[in-house]
T-cell receptor
Framework: QKEVEQDPGPLSVPEGAIVSLNCTYSNSAFQYFMWYRQYSRKGPELLMYTYSSGNKEDGRFTAQVDKSSKYISLFIRDSQPSDSATYLCAMSVVRLQGAQKLVFGQGTRLTINP | ETGVTQTPRHLVMGMTNKKSLKCEQHLGHNAMYWYKQSAKKPLELMFVYNFKEQTENNSVPSRFSPECPNSSHLFLHLHTLQPEDSALYLC??????????????FGPGTRLTVL
């Protein structure tokens, strides 16, 4: 079983739709949960991160973590064509010193159609 | 731009060649990472350097040899690669914080093709 599972898609929705992206994981020690966005021919960029369980909102984006179900979600409201990208979930165990080892999902390719 | 640059952006090499990938970060970070991104697979962590010391080698074959001469530069030396090593190689850097929420900033990657 993979540590992090993410449906690779592709996912195609019309402009203005609400998009839901999800990941499940098996390691209960994960404490930091991140969503990265990767445009074509670019490296991933951090979109949102949450610590432990709960919700976090930033503009049109909402990240949710349900540690009891080992399930995280990213919601995009009023989706725009510029949101078309691959979305990667990533997780890590808290490490108080030193570099952070991230475990990534496969990534979901999202297309927003005008 | 993220403050992390990688050269070359594209590289085609034969299985007997030796080449090197270069990464430079301008963010004052102390940790640097190499990742491999293959089609239909998750990003795979290859190496981690923390204050120039290698702290993680994720069972990477010896045909990949990292070098970190200082906290701003990271190299990946390649020799006798296999066609299955063709992938996007991404470099990242991060600060070190006591809380552990160290955002990693990625470079644009080097697209490597092994013939």
């Amino acid at each position: 079983q993979k540590e992090v599972e993410q449906d690779p898609g592709p996912l195609s929705v019309p402009e203005g739709a609400i998009v839901s992206l999800n990941c499940t994981y098996s390691n209960s020690a994960f404490q930091y949960f991140m969503w990265y966005r990767q445009y074509s021919r670019k490296g991933p960029e951090l979109l949102m991160y949450t610590y432990s369980s709960g919700n976090k909102e930033d503009g049109r984006f909402t990240a949710q973590v349900d540690k009891s179900s080992k399930y995280i979600s990213l919601f995009i409201r009023d989706s725009q064509p510029s949101d078309s990208a691959t979305y990667l979930c990533a997780m890590s165990v808290v490490r108080l010193q030193g570099a952070q080892k991230l475990v990534f999902g496969q990534g979901t390719r999202l297309t927003i159609n005008p | 731009e993220t403050g992390v640059t990688q050269t070359p952006r594209h590289l085609v090499m034969g299985m007997t060649n030796k080449k090197s990938l270069k990464c430079e970060q301008h963010l004052g970070h102390n940790a640097m990472y190499w990742y491999k991104q293959s089609a239909k697979k998750p990003l795979e962590l290859m190496f981690v350097y923390n204050f120039k010391e290698q702290t993680e080698n994720n069972s990477v074959p010896s045909r990949f040899s990292p070098e970190c001469p200082n906290s701003s530069h990271l190299f990946l030396h390649l020799h006798t690669l296999q066609p299955e090593d063709s992938a996007l190689y991404l470099c990242a850097s991060s600060a070190i914080s006591r809380r552990g929420d160290n955002e990693q900033f990625f470079g644009p990657g080097t697209r490597l093709t092994v013939l």
